[in-house]
């Protein structure tokens, strides 16, 4: 079994800036077409949920870039 590639997300998100905003809309993009089983239901937002808290986490730890 292969891992999921989020490709949809990677295309929202490439030369985007790293905002709240842009993955969620990313995240929105990429979960869109998600067919849940009828007892999985809630495992699209928790994705989406852990997925904005984990890039949120990630953007702060990133050191400033100098221009």
Do not use: C, M, Y
Request: proline share 7%; net charge positive.
């Amino acid at each position: 079994h292969r891992p999921w590639r989020a490709r949809r997300a990677e295309a929202e998100l490439r030369d985007a800036p790293a905002t709240p905003a842009a993955f969620q809309h990313a995240l929105i993009a990429e979960l869109a077409e998600a067919r849940p089983l009828r007892d999985n239901a809630f495992k699209v937002d928790l994705a989406r949920r852990l997925a904005l808290d984990v890039l949120g986490e990630l953007t702060e730890r990133q050191p400033a870039r100098s221009g």
